[in-house]
T-cell receptor, first 114, second 107 residues
Framework: DAGVIQSPRHEVTEMGQEVTLRCKPI?????LFWYRQTMMRGLELLIY????????DSGMPEDRFSAKMPNASFSTLKIQPSEPRDSAVYFC????????????FGSGTRLTVV | KNEVEQSPQNLTAQEGEFITINCSYS?????LHWLQQHPGGGIVSLFM???GKKKHGRLIATINIQEKHSSLHITASHPRDSAVYIC?????????FGTGTLLAVQP
């Protein structure tokens, strides 16, 4: 398996623009997570899905952020409109209960909003 | 006060040394995770513990549920172990992360 695949690897956008981050989880994994990592706050869980259903989105910072998982092999995290304080590395991870390692992380998307 | 705290924040060791990184948590958790983040940014899940001890190669993780404390040990450290080590406490998939320990192993 190619692992968790995120795209793009890097994104630079202007303030106010819409940004869409994409994630393809490992086939067969039934949970998907979106995390954000910044120097100030470290890693934070934004939202996670079980069997394509959003379970906990309490970490989503505000209404500008939305996430979808239309099927078991694809998820998006959208920021609209983007702001400079959204600049961070966004990680997607997937898991399957009982598997090892439990969580597999993607390589991340480094977002810079100027 | 962070609910998951790690110490030390930074650690420099000589190749071959035995290394210990500590993690204390104040929240109720069902499992404690150790992650490794390489200089390139990739994150690898090392261990998930709910009790006792686990070993994988030169890495050993222990947890004391009563004291809400976990340790990650690296035996015979090597420069390729240089990374940020992050502990995270979790309940039903909702992980709370520590701020990480930056380890540099010098040859």
């Amino acid at each position: 398996d190619a692992g968790v695949i995120q795209s793009p690897r890097h994104e630079v956008t202007e303030m106010g623009q819409e940004v869409t981050l994409r994630c393809k989880p490992i086939s067969g994994h039934n949970s998907l997570f979106w995390y954000r990592q910044t120097m100030m706050r470290g890693l934070e869980l934004l939202i996670y899905f079980n069997n394509n259903v959003p379970i906990d989105d309490s970490g989503m910072p505000e209404d500008r952020f939305s996430a979808k998982m239309p099927n078991a092999s694809f998820s998006t995290l959208k920021i609209q409109p983007s702001e400079p304080r959204d600049s961070a590395v966004y990680f997607c991870a997937s898991s399957l209960a009982g598997s090892y390692p439990l969580y597999t992380f993607g390589s991340g998307t480094r977002l810079t909003v100027v | 006060k962070n609910e998951v705290e790690q110490s030390p924040q930074n650690l420099t060791a000589q190749e071959g040394e035995f290394i210990t990184i500590n993690c204390s948590y104040s929240v109720g958790i069902s499992a404690l995770h150790w992650l490794q983040q390489h200089p390139g940014g990739g994150i690898v899940s090392l261990f998930m513990l709910s009790s006792g001890k686990k070993k994988h190669g030169r890495l050993i993780a222990t947890i004391n549920i009563q004291e809400k404390h976990s340790s990650l040990h690296i035996t015979a450290s090597h420069p390729r172990d240089s990374a940020v080590y992050i502990c995270a406490g979790g309940a039903t998939n909702k992980l709370i992360f520590g701020t990480g320990t930056l380890l540099a192993v010098q040859p």
